[in-house]
């Protein structure tokens, strides 16, 4: 069974579109976060939320809003969608904040047109 | 500023050859330091840690130790395969940061 999983694991998207990401971990896990890649590889933090809380909300503009129905899923959408956009997004779990090894999802393609 | 530095690469290597990927860090207190892999196509995944000072995390015969003299926590592997060829990132817990990631390609 897969640890952390996203979808879809691709997304082709126009510009000015609304879409969501979903992610689901079956670690019971306390701990989730959202992650985004760009071409370059540079990985940077979004968000993560420790059992249905927000606790690091990163500088992202606010078209991005994660939503965490309960502690196994956190969903990432994401409003009038830019050019910009376009990058891999991980989702990720740990046991706790920060502090433990962190399990990736295998990354959500998101391509805007 | 950067919480941690890591060695820009690419990084190419002939097979069996030595690596080192340097990464330092900045932060108050005791965080934990990580190395994570990542595969083509794939998420990142854990390859070692450490979490206090001196520790050596090691795996599939990667090491790095945790020194907080330097705030480092560099990457080696004595003779490196075709299969480590990856993209390679150094964390820290505190602040939660990432490293800009370093491509290894190995030769053979």
Redo the contacts between chains.
Sequence with gaps: DTA?SQTPKYLVTQMGNDKSIKCEQNLGHDTMYW?KQDS??????MF?YNNKELI?NETVPNRFSPKSPDKAHLNLHINSLELGDSAVY?C?SSQV???????????TRLLVL | GDSVTQMEGPVTLSEEAFLTINCTYTATGYPSLFWYVQYPGEGLQLLLKATKADDKGSNKGFEATYRKETTSFHLEKGSVQVSDSAVYFCALSDPLAFGTGTRLTIIP
């Design positions: 952390v992650y370059k590889k540079f990985l940077k933090i993560s690091i991980f990720a904040s920060g502090w433990e090894t962190q399990y990736f999802g295998p990354g």
